[in-house]
């Protein structure tokens, strides 16, 4: 049971333009969304995170929409720069309803180009 | 770089053999998580401690165990190894729970 989807895979942006990473949650629980980004043979890195009574967070040039009617949060890059080139995961926890894990999609592979 | 310290990068075994993966948090972080990621998989989580303390506990197998020691690094132990255990270990560590965690650069497991 896939509780966090990033249902695209992969993502091809030219470098400036604007890059939307996209991910759906199912379970009512969640309270708190993290982004995280991934080099090749490196760690997750945290990038962002929004509280369910927020609708937006903003950090440079990343901001998280979060959609709770719809149980859908997106990252936005803009510009986007060839160094984004990472994988992207989107996790889930419940803070304050007693969920106490971190769940992750599968991850988009974002390639920005040149 | 995180703070966060893994041993050993790589690791090769074979099937049926036990492996110890170890994991230093970062300085004054109470909280260790371990999570598995396979090959374009997600991250599964598997366990995570609290000072010293199992708090949560993901699809970790029965294979496997782990524990947090009173310095706070923390031991990931497979045993019986099987060739589906081939992944990447990585661990995690926060201030307290679900706050922000920050990964290590992961521990490569194969099992031949």
């Known amino acids: 049971d896939q509780q966090v989807k990033q249902n695209s895979p992969s993502l091809s942006v030219q470098e400036g333009r604007i890059s939307i990473l996209n991910c759906d949650y199912t379970?009512?629980?969640?309270?708190?969304f993290l982004w995280y980004k991934k080099y090749p043979a490196e760690g997750p890195t945290f990038l962002i995170s929004i509280s369910s009574i927020k609708d937006k967070n903003e950090d440079g040039r990343f901001t998280v929409f979060l959609n709770k009617s719809a149980k859908h949060l997106s990252l936005h890059i803009v510009p986007s720069q060839p160094g984004d080139s990472a994988v992207y995961f989107c996790?889930?926890?419940?803070?304050?309803?007693?969920?106490?894990?971190?769940?992750f999609g599968t991850g988009t592979r974002l390639l920005v180009s040149p | 770089d995180s703070g966060v310290t893994q041993t050993p990068k790589h690791l090769i075994t074979a099937t049926g053999q036990r492996v110890t993966l170890r994991c230093s948090p970062r300085?004054?972080?109470?909280?260790v998580y371990w999570y598995q990621q396979s090959l374009d998989q997600g991250l599964q989580f598997l366990i995570q401690?609290?000072?010293?303390?199992?708090?949560a506990k993901g699809n970790i197998l029965e294979r496997f165990s782990a524990q947090q020691f009173p310095d706070l690094h923390s031991e990931l132990n497979l045993s019986s190894l099987e060739l589906g255990d081939s992944a990447l270990y990585f661990c995690?560590?926060?201030?307290?729970?679900?706050?922000?965690?920050?990964f290590g650069p992961g521990t490569r497991l194969t099992v031949t």
């Open positions: 379970n009512s629980m969640f309270d708190y």
């Open positions: 401690y609290y000072n010293g303390e199992e708090r």
């Open positions: 996790a889930a926890s419940g803070r304050n309803t007693g969920f106490q894990k971190l769940v």
């Open positions: 995690a560590s926060s201030v307290r729970g679900l706050d922000e965690q920050y």
């Open positions: 300085s004054g972080d109470l909280s």
